[in-house]
């Protein structure tokens, strides 16, 4: 209790931002409930071009006028832009060009009404900004970093939107100033005004040797089976990632699982990561970017692939 009463001081002295103790409505009773096996496909999906020459990553994938439509992150060598590529059946994509650029990348699309809400991390310390199909060239920073000696100090990153019971809700990333980076939750009305967990992060760094005892980011979430699930990136020693799964009952206090999903092919063989999520009758639907070459940041050679959870 004195531990929770001195970090609410901390925060209302910080002045960056409104914190609040909650949690999540009640998980969805049906869907698959686990245990998960993985299945990917062979090949990636969606691979490297002109302006996206260096790395394909981050797919944000929603459905939107009839279509798959995937807002990702591509990047050209010196800066992340965003892009939008487009399916009839989430497998085969067509490119349609950029859409956010520069410095803008790493985002969570969700459709409300016939509005494409996407947000994304841009700056430096980084921050997460919003921008809406209603006119994608308003931009506006909506979650900032935290007070000085919080989890949170140094970024804000690897945004993930789900909407429960017409409450918005924010997994994320943040950094703090010994760049431990672990997750966080953040609710909103509007998707421009967050509230912060108090008690956040709400998902610490692996034990020593585990695949994610470096870092944990880019969160995937969804409700099904009685429960909520997180896929989520670790990184390893040697920068090698891979992707975990973990449980929760009410969205804030969260439990690993044992499955970890790793490359086996060529193109995904030292990196898979930056997953997003569909419901469907077969199954969960993942897109997840893939790399050859295990570094923290880009020079990935990163393509995006499609697999399946059942």
């Known amino acids: 209790m004195r531990r929770a009463f ?20 009640a998980p969805d009773a049906a869907g698959p409930r686990g245990p998960f096996h993985w299945e990917a496909s062979p090949e990636p999906v969606l691979g490297r071009g002109d302006w996206d020459s260096g790395d ?19 990047y050209d060598g010196s800066t992340w832009s965003t892009g939008v590529a487009t399916s009839n059946d989430g497998v085969h994509w ?15 699309a969700l459709l409300r009404g016939d509005t494409v809400f996407y947000w994304y991390q841009t700056g430096s310390p980084v921050e997460i900004a919003l921008a809406t199909s209603a006119d994608w060239t308003k931009r506006q920073v ?38 431990r980076q672990r997750l966080g939750v953040a609710r909103s009305q509007d998707g421009v005004t967050w509230e912060k967990l108090t008690s956040n992060p709400i998902l610490e760094l692996g034990a020593e040797g585990a695949f994610d005892e470096l870092g944990l980011g880019e969160p995937a979430v969804w409700s099904s089976g009685g429960a909520y699930w997180m896929l989520y990136t670790g990184r390893a020693r ?14 804030v206090h969260w439990f690993r699982e044992p499955l970890v999903i790793e490359g086996d092919r060529a193109w995904d063989r030292e990196v898979v990561c930056d997953p997003t999520v569909e419901l469907t009758p077969e199954g969960i639907r993942v897109w997840f970017g893939g790399g050859d070459v295990a570094r923290p940041d880009q020079g990935l050679h990163g393509q995006i692939g499609v697999g399946m959870l059942r």
Do not use: H, Q
């Open 56 to 74: 394909v990553l981050n797919p944000s994938v929603v459905r939107y006028r009839g279509d798959y439509w995937n807002f990702y992150s591509g």
């Open 142 to 179: 909506v979650l900032k970093t935290g007070p000085r000696g919080s989890w949170d100090e140094r970024g804000v990153a690897d945004p993930y939107v789900i909407e429960r019971s017409g409450t918005l809700y924010m997994y994320f990333l943040g950094m703090d100033r010994a760049r």
């Open 6 to 25: 001195i970090i609410f001081l901390a925060l209302a002295a910080g002045g960056c931002g409104k914190y609040a103790e909650f949690t999540l409505p």
């Open 238 to 251: 040697g920068e090698k990632r891979r992707i975990g799964l973990a449980r929760s009952n009410d969205g």
């Open 94 to 108: 067509s490119k349609k060009g950029k859409l956010l650029s520069p410095d803008a990348g790493n985002g969570s």
